[in-house]
């Protein structure tokens, strides 16, 4: 695994960040399955189509963790290299592992490229990928206007972002039983289950500040994307955001 960490200390959260997902890595994918009753692996379905990537050369999975969206991509566009990105060592070790499994190969399976880095510094060159997909990584990232301003750097004129995420609790979702769920039974299963319920605190947390879709379209446009639009799944719980870089 390339590990070319740089986090921007005293900006980048990044390092916060590894330290929490390396206490939830061994449990995530349980957890991850369990408390979206399944449905997290139709939302990375969607997020993975919607990339229309089937003459690309080389996608970013950003914020890779356990490699899921890693793995779909390969499925669905078995020609592209992937790079398996995330600032979580532990994370993609699971994901490695997942993939060798999966692909029937070795651990050093030539598939995927694995890379411990911060979405803030990405070690890509410019304009050196087709794609890049961020699913439930951009709601812990700071500043997002960096993370931003980097996938518009690294995307080849033409490229796509997609980022797939919970829609924001700031408004009652599904008559409210969703933010009755966040605050009050989710850390509760968290702690149940995996000791960390500090982390699905954290998680409920995140998800209640983070902005309503349309505010985060106007983040995407501003950072120069354009044709910048979003679309509800399971009614609003989360969101897929599609943005393009001019060609
Ligand atoms: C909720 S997990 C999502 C993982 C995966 N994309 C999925 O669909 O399950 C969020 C991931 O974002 C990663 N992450 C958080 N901040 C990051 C940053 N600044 N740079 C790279 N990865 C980051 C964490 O390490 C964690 O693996």
């Not at 189509?49 to 890779?64: C, E, F, H, Q, V």
């Not at 793995?71 to 060798?100: E, N, T």
């Not at 794609?131 to 990232?141: C, E, K, L, Q, S």
Request: hydrophobic share 45%.
């Amino acid at each position: 695994m390339r590990q070319m960490l740089e986090p921007k200390e005293g900006r980048s959260n990044a390092g916060r960040m590894a330290d929490m997902f390396a206490r939830i890595a061994g449990r995530y994918d349980v957890l991850n399955h369990g408390l979206s009753a399944g449905m997290d692996i139709l939302w990375r379905a969607r997020l993975v189509r919607s990339l229309a990537a089937g003459s690309a050369r080389k996608i970013l999975d950003l914020a890779a963790g356990t490699m899921d969206v890693s793995l779909a991509l390969r499925k669905k566009y078995p020609f592209a290299a992937i790079v398996s990105l995330d600032v979580c060592r532990p994370m993609l070790l699971r994901g490695v592992a997942k993939a060798a499994a999966a692909c029937g190969l070795s651990r050093r399976t030539p598939f995927f490229l694995p890379v411990q880095a911060d979405a803030l510094t990405l070690p890509l060159k410019s304009e050196s990928v087709d794609r890049i997909a961020v699913a439930f990584g951009i709601r812990n990232m700071n500043p997002r206007s960096e993370v931003f301003a980097e996938a518009l750097r690294v995307l080849r004129p033409g490229g796509r972002l997609c980022v797939l995420e919970f829609g924001s609790a700031q408004r009652p979702v599904c008559f409210g039983l969703y933010n009755l769920y966040l605050s009050h039974i989710l850390p509760r299963i968290g702690k149940l289950v995996s000791a960390e319920g500090a982390a699905y605190e954290y998680l409920a947390q995140t998800i209640k500040n983070f902005p309503l879709p349309a505010v985060l379209d106007q983040e995407l446009a501003k950072a120069g994307f354009f044709k910048v639009r979003h679309e509800a799944l399971t009614g609003g719980i989360v969101y897929l955001h599609i943005a393009d870089k001019s060609a």
